[in-house]
């Protein structure tokens, strides 16, 4: 089992930046594809990106592709999220995940993933 943290979510306007952080916990990060997802007032949750277990695999949501970009440090047992370009429309709740099962592919569906983090608030004004 893994537990996760995020952070780094905030208040910036139109065209700027952010980058979010996951920090999981235990020896076996390594182990785990890890996505972000995002869900906006009254949305359902929706997937933004994902990466495999070594890094070298990413995918993205359309939305989100050319804009944001996913990493991983497995020394540091965390997974970021650079989002640059920022859009109201970004406004969500930014969620980790990890996922456990023995597959070579990022998913994107949410019921993929088996544990998840509390949110962090990302607001783009306009």
């Known amino acids: 089992q893994v537990q996760l943290v995020e952070s780094g979510g905030g208040l910036v306007q139109a065209g700027g930046s952010l980058r979010l952080s996951c920090a999981a916990s235990g020896r076996t990060f390594g182990r785990y594809i890890m996505g972000w997802f995002r869900q906006a007032p009254g949305k359902e949750r929706e997937f933004v990106a994902a990466?495999?277990?070594?890094?070298?695999?990413?995918r993205y949501a359309d939305s989100v592709k050319g804009r944001f970009t996913i990493s991983r440090d497995s020394a540091k047992n965390t997974v970021d999220l650079q989002m640059n370009t920022l859009k109201p429309q970004d406004t969500a709740v930014y969620y980790c995940?990890?996922?456990?099962?023995?597959?070579?592919?990022?998913?994107?569906?949410?019921?993929?993933?088996?544990?998840w983090g509390q949110g962090t608030q990302v607001t783009v004004s306009s």
């Open positions: 995940a990890a996922d456990s099962k023995p597959i070579i592919t990022p998913q994107a569906m949410t019921a993929e993933y088996d544990f």
């Open positions: 990466i495999s277990r070594s890094g070298g695999s990413t």
